[in-house]
Nanobody, 129 residues
Framework: EVRLVESGGGLVQAGGSLRLSCAASGLSFGDFSIGWFRQVPGKEREGVSCISGSESSTEGSTDFADSVKGRFTMTRDNAKNTAYLQMNALKPEDTAVYYC??????????????????WGQGTQVTVSS
């Protein structure tokens, strides 16, 4: 059984930082690309970032939504089956439930996420002004 577990969310003041973790089990973690998505009530889920896995010709490359470029970074530790989202200079508009997902390719992840099979349960991030 594939399982993804997010952690690291919480309440932080604007300008602060958080690091989210996505711990995976039940899959060959290194093969998969990992994406971070976020959702606020009443809005569609939004792709935030992606890091490619070994199935991709660009293994280890990252991509970010324009709204978080320069503030968020994404890394992975295949030995620990874990991906991380470092979020700096947080803004109130970053408030959302953050989800991680595992899939093969980062290409079009912002549009194709409806097709993704493996998701975590989400972690709440709240940024106060």
């Amino acid at each position: 059984e594939v399982r993804l577990v997010e952690s690291g969310g919480g309440l932080v003041q604007a300008g602060g930082s958080l690091r989210l973790s996505c711990a995976a089990s039940g899959l060959s973690f290194g093969d998969f690309s990992i994406g971070w998505f976020r959702q606020v009530p009443g809005k569609e889920r939004e792709g935030v970032s992606c890091i490619s896995g070994s199935e991709s010709s660009t293994e280890g490359s990252t991509d970010f939504a324009d709204s978080v470029k320069g503030r968020f970074t994404m890394t992975r530790d295949n030995a620990k089956n874990t991906a991380y989202l470092q979020m700096n200079a947080l803004k109130p508009e970053d408030t959302a439930v953050y989800y991680c997902a595992a899939f093969y390719y980062c290409s079009n992840y912002k549009k194709n996420f409806h097709e993704f099979e493996f998701w975590g349960q989400g972690t709440q991030v709240t940024v106060s002004s």
